[in-house]
């Protein structure tokens, strides 16, 4: 069973966090991709370093639905 790692990012509303996930296994996925914006991906960034791993590994991206918290950073993920 691959591992899976949960990734809390802030919420653009006040006092939230928003979780993905990241499912180590091939291909590397990322469950929802947060809102889009420069601290988002930052901290996205700093949690896939914290598991020896690159913004450029992931492969695929689920996205479990359309609210922006968890489609933002979709086309740039791409």
Known sequence: MP????IALPSAL???IVNMYLIKDD???LVDAGFSGPDTRQRLAAALRAEGLDLRDIRRAALTHTHPDHVGQ???LQ
């Open 74 to 76: 979709a086309a740039i």
């Open 3 to 6: 591992e899976i790692i949960r």
């Open 14 to 16: 006040p006092n939230d």
């Open 27 to 29: 291909p590397l996925t």
